[in-house]
């Protein structure tokens, strides 16, 4: 997947869902980041969550305290 976003101009990464232009030009630092991560981890295969870090934190916390 990095290879294909490197040959993306920012305008083009902005037309894809979920990326806005403000953000466009940080994607391929992002999927260098988790590339690196996920071979550091040994994990071969992520599933995206449309949400922020911070909604995943309330939902996991609000989990914790159903019973």
């Keep these: ?3 294909f976003i490197a040959r993306m101009s ?3 990464l902005a ?3 979920g990326v806005s232009a403000g953000r466009s030009h940080q994607v391929l630092a992002g999927s260098v980041v988790s590339a690196a991560a996920m ?4 994990v071969a295969e992520l599933e995206l ?3 922020a870090l911070r909604e995943g934190v309330i ?3 609000l989990d914790q ?3």
Excluded: I
């Design 1 to 3: 997947m990095t290879a």
């Design 49 to 51: 969550c449309p949400w």
């Design 39 to 42: 071979d550091a981890l040994g």
């Design 59 to 61: 939902l996991r916390r």
């Design 10 to 12: 920012s305008s083009d």
């Design 15 to 17: 037309d894809l869902d």
């Design 65 to 67: 305290l159903t019973p």
